[in-house]
């Protein structure tokens, strides 16, 4: 497999920025997480070429191409599946996976579980903004119960999907919580969710100016979260069931060993397969 | 009774039946063993009870002194261990005037089902006779009877028991006695056929189709899999996890197949020749995403394997009818390649054939594999080596003004692959230009339309696009597990100097109409077999070739196995026609 062979001067943020105009309105919350994303790979002194960016269906979904790195910009929900499978492949690339909270939380809901529970060495980035941007308005699962909508008039009237427990739950091994308005935090803790071994999932809230104008108001709402990150899910649990959604910061980091294959590390050759078929 | 004289014959159909854990596949498969060791060909398939553990089963074998890939028209003995639930299998085992019924006397009398057929009963009292041996079982004794009755050599039975109770001690010393007691049963039941004398030797296989589609997945370059279980397309998985792994690879088990097809889409860009298996439900849930692979052209492999559907169908049983939306599943316009084997040792080369298509065209590949193959174990002739291999055209690095998808005179643009310095890039299912920018331009979309249909009909499929035999002016078209029960009624037709050409299409999609022109030249009847409800192929062929002469369809769906003499009837009628 190719790999850049000669060392080469650490990029700058700039340098992982293409030259494509972004779909996103103005004021998007994806912007930034846009520039937080280049910032954490030149903070972790990468390579454009040795990181791929997969992504679903959605407005922050269009991420893979507003970067020069690798870039796999598939269908509706299915982005951790193709990183799953990208990373298996490909052990020595820096895998991100990134999309919105539809495409992560209800299409791409099962994969959101077991892409946890699986724990693959990788990052998965969710711009959740609490609706669905692309299609111009409609409820998502991190949209409250009773946001009228022309889709699901006077609500949906469902309880909001809380991603941080359920990763918790599942056995995502990084659990952060940031804001798209704090570039820098956000790229710090992008930077260490890529460091940390196993599946980290970073919930950046990334406002909708558009569908959903009062998220300009969580810029006065984020804080720090009061306390240090745990490594107990228990303690964990308690912290995210009971805050706001509004503390910012890693909020878990645990200590499981990241998902490996069986892949031999002196393959045979496949002729020798045939003798289990011979007479 | 009538003393009947044993025949000789080129083929033996046998079938051995009871409840579950009575033991008839363990039975059955040391049959098949012991008919390799002998130096047969045989073939082997299974049914069981809709029970998950515990219901009734029937192991049929066929043995020949010639290769097979198809069961034939009736069985020449039934043993059935007991009868519960056997009259199940009348349909599935079906008997005649000539053929022997051989049931425990303690289990009660056979089923009428069974008695109408004509076959002669002989009672052998499996489970006394078994009591009296210490560590017999009834199987074993099944095993010994079928084996002497058709002329397998008693030593060649007792080396398959040694062999597979390696352990020995009293459990080999039982099993052994037992199966002694069935040889010696065997001289007071008369009208079983014999085998003919064995053929000379060659190098030969005991094999699955599953297996040997996951063999070929390998040789041709697969080292990523993703998949998720579903009948009857587990065994394939479930060889090549271990497989995979000693050459290197890697199989992971998915969440879903919307996951497993999307995870060997991100291991293919990667770079690495990837594949998943499934059947009909699974692949109904991954036609969205072949379409990505299409428009992000990323080479993918999809096994097939057909069983009998819609819905869920009957899981355990062979169709082919996913014929349809295999070639038009995709919504949008979305030329991809469709090849499906015709025999268990083809189910190696068409998979390899396959990936390297797939590789080479930038393309997914489905193979419509069928169960019958799947999950059929044979003794076939070692497959021949073939030199097929993925062979992707990969971008350089730093490559001047790469463009991703160029429109490139053959229609395949070389791929940069992650890791490659220079040549970065986003694959996407959005339309997009030479570059790769989503692009909602008119110009564009024709553009890529043109390209991704220009690189399927630009490459040469060779003589491998089918397999065409015989000669005349009546012509049979088929695909699949068909193939074998309409070779075998020609051979039988040709017996009575009735002649046809046979097209057995290895290449459903892109079409070859040319290729099957010349295949049809002068000739004034098509006939077209196929094994579904609707006649799937028949419309596609309509629809895609100009056919000579009078067409006519000739289909029925499964989940009985295509019989020769259907196929031979049909042949029969339009000769004289």
């Known amino acids: 497999m190719t790999t850049s062979a000669q060392p080469q001067a650490a990029p700058t943020p700039q340098a992982f920025k293409s030259d494509y105009k972004p779909v996103w309105c103005p004021g998007c919350g994806d912007y930034s997480v846009l520039s937080s994303v280049t910032k954490a790979f030149a903070l972790l002194e990468l390579q454009p070429e040795n990181i791929a960016i997969v992504s679903g269906i959605g407005c922050s979904s269009r991420i893979p191409a507003y970067t020069t790195c690798y870039g796999f910009h598939g269908v509706h929900g299915r982005a951790l599946a193709a990183a799953t499978g990208l990373k298996l492949a490909r052990p020595e690339l820096t895998v991100v996976a990134a999309g919105g909270d539809g495409d992560g939380y209800s299409i791409g809901g099962n994969h959101f579980l077991h892409a946890c529970r699986r724990n693959v060495d990788m990052t998965y980035v969710v711009m959740d903004n609490h609706v669905y941007g692309m299609t111009k308005g409609q409820p998502s699962p991190t949209t409250e119960p009773d946001w009228d909508s022309k889709l699901s008039p006077g609500g949906t009237g469902m309880r909001a999907f809380n991603p941080l427990v359920i990763a918790l739950a599942a056995g995502a091994n990084f659990i952060a919580r940031t804001f798209a308005g704090d570039p820098n935090t956000t790229a710090a803790l992008i930077a260490e969710a890529i460091s940390a071994p196993g599946f980290s999932f970073v919930e950046v809230l990334s406002p909708c100016v558009t569908f959903r104008p009062e998220q300009r108001e969580w810029k006065q709402m984020v804080r720090p979260a009061p306390v240090q990150w745990t490594d107990d899910p228990a303690r964990a649990a308690r912290r995210l069931m009971t805050d706001d959604g509004m503390n910012i910061g890693v909020l878990y980091k645990g200590s499981r060993a990241a998902y490996r294959t069986h892949a031999a590390k002196t393959p045979k050759r496949p002729a020798e397969l045939e003798e289990e078929f011979r007479i | ?577």
């Open chain 2, 1 to 577: 009774m009538p003393h009947v004289e044993s025949e000789q014959r080129a083929s033996v159909s046998v079938a051995i039946a009871g409840s579950g854990g009575a033991g008839v596949m363990t039975a059955g498969n040391m049959l098949l063993e012991a008919a390799a060791q002998a130096g047969y060909y045989a073939l082997m398939t299974r049914s069981s009870g809709p029970q998950i553990r515990g219901g009734e089963a029937a192991a049929m074998i066929r043995i020949a002194t010639h290769p097979i890939d198809g069961t034939d028209d009736r069985y020449d003995l039934l043993i059935a261990l007991d009868w519960m639930n056997i009259n199940r299998f009348a349909a599935e085992i079906p008997l005649g005037g000539d053929s022997v019924l051989v049931g425990d006397p303690d289990q009660g009398e056979p089923p009428e089902v069974f008695v109408r057929t004509g076959a002669r009963y002989t009672p052998v009292a499996f489970k006394a006779t078994a009591k009296k041996i210490a560590n017999g079982w009834p199987n074993m004794i099944a095993f010994g009877l079928v084996g002497a009755l058709i002329g397998l050599p008693e030593e060649t039975l007792a080396k398959v028991v040694q062999k597979s109770m390696k352990k020995g001690g009293d459990a080999l010393t039982g099993s052994l006695a037992a199966m002694r007691a069935g040889v010696e049963a065997a001289a007071a039941i008369a009208g079983v056929p014999r085998v003919g004398a064995a053929p000379p030797q060659t190098p030969r296989w005991l094999v699955t189709g599953n297996q040997a589609a996951g063999y070929g997945a390998i040789r041709g370059g697969v080292r990523f899999v993703a998949a998720y279980p579903i009948t009857p397309a587990t065994e394939l998985l479930e060889w090549m996890a271990p497989a995979l792994a000693k050459v290197g690879g890697a199989l992971v088990q998915a969440e879903d197949e919307l996951a497993s097809i999307n995870m060997i889409l991100g291991a293919s860009f990667g770079g690495v020749p990837a594949l998943t298996a499934t059947s009909g439900p699974g692949l109904s849930l991954m036609i969205e995403s072949i379409g990505l692979g299409i428009t992000a052209e990323v080479p993918i492999v999809v096994v097939d394997v057909m069983r009998v559907g819609p819905s869920t169908g009957i899981a355990t049983k062979s169709e082919q009818s996913d014929l349809n939306i295999a070639l038009h599943g995709m919504h949008g316009d979305a030329p991809h390649v469709v090849v499906a084997p015709n025999s268990v040792a083809d189910c190696l080369l068409t998979t390899q054939w396959a990936v390297h298509l797939a590789e080479t065209l930038q393309v997914p590949a489905i193979v419509l594999a069928d169960q019958f193959f799947g999950q059929a174990r044979a003794v076939v002739e070692r497959p021949a080596d073939v030199a097929f291999a993925g062979e992707r055209r990969t971008a350089p690095a730093g490559a001047e003004g790469y463009k991703r998808y160029a429109l490139t005179e053959s229609g395949v643009s070389p791929m940069a692959i992650p890791g490659t310095p220079g040549v970065t890039y986003t694959a996407d299912g959005l339309e997009h230009n030479e570059r790769g920018t989503p692009s909602s331009q008119a110009a564009d979309h024709v553009a890529q339309l043109d390209k991704r249909a220009r690189k399927l009909e630009s490459l040469d499929y060779d003589g491998h696009w089918a397999d065409v035999e015989g000669e005349g002016n009546m012509a049979v078209i088929t695909f699949g597990s068909c193939t074998g029960p309409v070779r075998e009624a020609f051979a039988r037709a040709a017996a009575d100097g009735v002649r046809a050409r046979l097209v057995s299409l290895r290449l459903l999609a892109p079409a070859q109409p040319a290729r099957l022109a010349a295949a049809l030249e002068g000739v004034k009847r098509v006939l077209v077999v196929e094994q579904n409800h609707t006649g799937q192929l028949y419309r596609y062929l309509r629809s895609e070739y100009d056919l000579p002469g009078a067409v006519t369809s000739f289909r029925r769906p499964g989940p009985l196995p295509m019989r020769p003499d259907e196929i031979h009837r049909q042949l029969i009628e339009w000769s004289r026609a």
